[in-house]
């Protein structure tokens, strides 16, 4: 009977956690959308509702209702998917990234996440790793030139960022001694672990833009060169889920990991520690900072060549990943 | 100014082949030489008298003449900066390929094959330009139909049985090309398994109109590419020939409908070189002006769909406020934003509005600091160089056989500026800097166009102070006989009215020559070769597209590169496809 009652709350919570997801990946278009509006001197979405505050409800209800369009000679299985594929394990992240600690309302101790694992780290790099085959899929089931480049592209850039990714995580999980992103967050009290790991930072900052497909790193997609990448062949909800995976769930929840890791998750920023701010709310704050660098990054820089990322990847990052594990390490046998 | 083979050098060839015609005219110097002797003696220019750049090669067809169809070579010589043309009469309707001296002749020559079915021996590839292997006419022969061969039943696919069409079509049409057809081209061109053919284009977001490459891959990696041209191609050179001098203009327009108002200008300045017009002095500085504002344009376009090409859409938006602002200057001079029309023959259509000179030089004092603020984004980006530095690399001598011109030959180091060769207009008035690459890849195109822009800059300014002292002068010299009179001439004089009627109908006589004329278009040379028999439009109207060239040597250089590379190899050459394929 408890484990009935537990399962039941857990399945409400997850519920909440994803619906909250679905609609704040809404908005981050919004965001991203108006950003690079106002990056580019243009006002951005501006007629649905009130200054285009209604404009994701509206894209959503245009996806939602397009005309869904499969090739006749794709793979049909693998075709419908790899757009789960891509999307599932992204929001799947979500299951053990705390947003702050639990606290209490009214007798009830709430806890802001769904599941403390001691695994936590692992099983979000395992869940980032799956995600690519959706990509992979997606190239490979549209039988057709461009989008097969592309998955095949994204799997390259993929193999090499993915290895240095997890080089550069090893420096935080070494000095809290746990994989738990909670345990993480509480061992960052007296100093936020981005000091000796800065190292480790510049790679993970590389390493989400090239994951999530970001504009110096977006040569999946390159849409001058193979005019929408593994997509090309994707119309309606299934088109709609990949950006939606990739450029939005993906960026927010690996933006909110390297928060965790880095940033001290939702300890309030130094010096401003007095500010009447919840927790969890200069955790969103220092995501949305983070997020909003990703985004100005994106649109400001042209893109690379594919063979220049992975040369980067295995030459640049993941040296600087291994000097972090080092570095990390001398730090711990000097200051305990 | 004088541009054409100094007597003394035809001396020196005649000493060497006796058989020579020359012909030498005010605009064209040409030397007649049989089939035989062709190759020797276009060695013998190229490697003794250093005529060594190809600028072009087309045919005319003389009907009533044995053999039919006549060659011409147009050369020019680099450091005397003097052109030269050679005649050939191509017996059993074939000449020799000069493949092996200018590679820039490869795709000229498959145009001669196209449209006149001259074949030339030697040719390595020698198929169809711009209409589809199996297309049996040639269509720039004297004989060929304006409306073309209909022997092809084609009803309306939307048609269905038993239905009465809207409208009244003709069923019976010019034969197409099939899918199968090209499924077996795409077939045939598969050499290893491991290959694919990626059909890039004909409508794809990086080819920048409907150019059609065929990259063989191998990965990612282009091991062989071919272009096929003709998608956007209108037959503009059989137009010309069948419409007056004054009724061409906006079709050049049309051509190359980035830079219209230059393109114009090169035209109408060869017309009026022919006619013997002169405009007045206030059109000259007006024509000059325009030209160096779509110069801008262009450049400003290029840059951003260039930059957008390597994922920096931030850039194309900037460019694209800039070039909203010259496109109002022109719609506001011109009345119309892209093909402006403005241009007529002896001076422009209409005068400049009142407070024009107020805004172009608000907007060229304003416009170098936004080009600062694009090259604070790229020049020193090391994304941006990582993508174009050591790309591409074009080498002096290419530039000579391919015949490239405009901003891909100064990036590799040759001043080759029609501006300052021959200049046209006000040009000779003008202070202005040629800017030249030293390596020749895409980074010094792109510095070259760059710094291109900041000298327009310089021009328009200078040209707008020269036009403020110029208010009330004439901006089109209507008493000159070959110049359509003005609206209001015509509404209140007899004469005008007549003249205006007898221009209109019979076109401007041009007296009987020949003449070759270019400007300097933001893609290259472009020249117009104009022979005239005394009518009022134009016996053959030859358009050397500089476009047209730049695009021949991307095959060259995208062997051994990536996808990726083509669109910043092709967005550096920049070609518009409204110019390559006329």
């Known amino acids: ?336 | 100014m004088q541009l054409w083979i100094s007597q003394g050098e035809v001396e020196s060839i005649k000493g060497k082949f006796p058989d020579i015609l020359e012909e030498r005219g005010d605009n064209f110097t040409s030397i007649l030489i049989n089939k035989k002797q062709l190759i020797e003696l276009l060695t013998y220019l190229k490697e003794q008298l250093n005529y060594k750049m190809f600028i072009d090669f087309f045919c005319i067809d003389y009907p009533l003449h044995t053999p039919r169809f006549q060659g011409v070579y147009l050369l020019f010589n680099p450091e005397k900066k003097r052109r030269v043309a050679v005649k050939c009469w191509a017996e059993d309707n074939s000449l020799p390929s000069v493949i092996n001296l200018w590679k820039g002749a490869k795709w000229s020559e498959r145009e001669a094959w196209d449209m006149f079915g001259v074949r030339f021996e030697g040719h390595k590839n020698l198929v169809r330009m711009f209409l589809w292997e199996g297309y049996q006419y040639h269509p720039l022969r004297k004989d060929f139909p304006l409306e073309g061969y209909k022997d092809t039943y084609l009803p309306s696919l939307n048609l269905k049985e038993g239905e009465t069409p809207a409208h009244n079509y003709d069923p019976y049409h010019t034969p197409l090309p099939s899918m199968e057809d090209l499924e077996r081209t795409e077939k045939a061109r598969i050499k290893k398994k491991n290959q694919i053919v990626l059909n890039w284009g004909p409508l794809h977001p990086g080819t920048h109109g409907t150019i059609w490459f065929l990259f063989d891959m191998e990965g990612e990696v282009v091991q062989e590419c071919d272009i096929i041209l003709g998608q956007l191609h209108r037959g503009v050179e059989k137009i010309a020939e069948n419409i007056t001098y004054t009724q061409f203009i906006p079709y050049t327009d049309r051509m190359d409908y980035i830079s219209a108002l230059c393109s114009q200008v090169a035209y109408v300045n060869t017309v009026e070189k022919l006619l013997g017009v002169e405009p007045p002095e206030k059109a000259k500085w007006i024509r000059t002006m325009m030209c160096e504002l779509q110069r801008i344009n262009s450049h400003l376009l290029w840059l951003g769909t260039y930059a957008l090409d390597l994922g920096a859409l931030t850039i194309f938006l900037y460019t694209f406020r800039e070039r909203e602002k010259i496109m109002d200057i022109i719609e506001g001079i011109a009345g119309i934003r892209l093909n402006s029309t403005y241009i007529r023959i002896g001076g422009v259509a209409k005068d400049l509005p009142e407070g024009a000179l107020d805004v172009i030089s608000h907007f060229v004092k304003d416009f170098p600091e936004k080009l600062k603020e694009y090259e604070t984004i790229l020049t020193k980006n090391r994304v941006w160089l990582k993508r174009n530095v050591n790309l591409g690399v074009i080498t002096e001598e290419d530039v000579y056989s391919y015949g490239l011109t405009g901003v891909v030959a100064r990036a590799s180091g040759v001043p080759y500026d029609i501006r300052a060769i021959q200049p046209t207009d006000a040009y000779d008035k003008v202070d202005f800097e040629i800017p030249l690459g030293k390596v020749g890849d895409c980074y010094d195109r792109y510095l070259v166009r760059i710094e291109e822009m900041k000298q327009s800059v310089e021009i328009v300014k200078q040209c707008v102070n020269k036009l403020k002292d110029m208010k009330d002068d004439k901006y089109i010299s209507t008493e000159n006989p070959y110049v359509l009179p003005t609206l209001e001439e015509v509404f209140n004089s007899i004469e005008a009215m007549v003249k205006d009627f007898n221009l209109r109908i019979y076109g401007e006589q041009a007296p009987e020559g020949e003449i070759y004329l270019s400007g300097e278009n933001p893609r290259g040379e472009l020249g117009f070769y104009i022979n005239s028999k005394g009518e009022g439009k134009p016996y053959r109207l030859r358009i050397r597209s500089g476009a047209f060239y730049n695009l021949q040597v991307f095959t060259e250089l995208i062997k051994g590169k990536t996808v990726a590379d083509a669109v910043v190899l092709l967005g550096s050459l920049d070609p518009v496809v409204g110019e390559t394929d006329r």
């Not at chain 1, 509702?49 to 794709?74: C, R, S, W, Y």
Request: net charge negative.
């Open chain 1, 1 to 336: 009977m408890d484990l009935l009652g537990t399962a039941i709350f857990l399945a409400i919570k997850s519920l909440i956690f994803i619906m909250g997801m679905f609609l704040g990946a809404a908005y981050l278009t919004l965001l991203e959308r108006k950003f690079a509006g106002h990056v580019q001197q243009r006002p951005g979405p501006l007629h649905v509702g009130p200054h285009g505050f209604l404009q994701p409800i509206a894209d959503a209800l245009k996806v939602l209702t397009k005309e869904d369009l499969v090739p006749d000679n794709v793979d049909k299985v693998l075709f419908y998917l790899a757009s789960l594929m891509a999307f599932v394990p992204a929001i799947m992240i979500l299951a053990v990234v705390p947003f702050g600690e639990p606290f209490t309302i009214f007798g009830i101790e709430i806890q802001p996440y769904i599941s403390d694992l001691n695994v936590g780290l692992l099983l979000a790099l395992a869940f980032g790793s799956i995600s690519i085959y959706g990509v992979i899929f997606a190239g490979w089931a549209s039988n057709s030139k461009y989008p097969m480049i592309g998955g095949l592209r994204k799997a390259a850039v993929l193999i090499g960022y993915e290895v240095a990714l997890g080089f550069a995580l090893a420096g935080p999980i070494m000095m809290a001694g746990s994989f738990s992103l909670r345990e993480i967050v509480e061992a960052q009290q007296g100093m936020w672990f981005i000091i000796p790991n800065i190292l480790a930072f510049v790679v993970v900052v590389f390493c989400v833009l090239a994951e999530t497909g970001r504009t110096p790193f977006d040569v999946q997609e390159a849409e001058a060169e193979l005019v929408g990448g593994y997509v090309t062949e994707y119309t309606g909800m299934k088109f709609g889920l990949f950006p939606l995976a990739e450029w939005y769930i993906a960026t927010f929840v690996l933006s909110a990991i390297t928060v965790i890791l880095f940033f001290g998750g939702w300890q309030p920023l130094p010096l401003l520690g007095w500010l009447p701010i919840p927790e969890f709310l200069w955790f969103f704050i220092k995501v949305f900072l983070l997020f909003m660098f990703f985004l100005w990054v994106h649109w400001t820089l042209p893109r690379y060549r594919v063979d220049q990322i992975t040369e980067m990847a295995w030459k640049v990052m993941l040296p600087l990943a291994l000097a972090n594990i080092l570095i990390v390490a001398v730090w711990i046998i000097i200051f305990g």
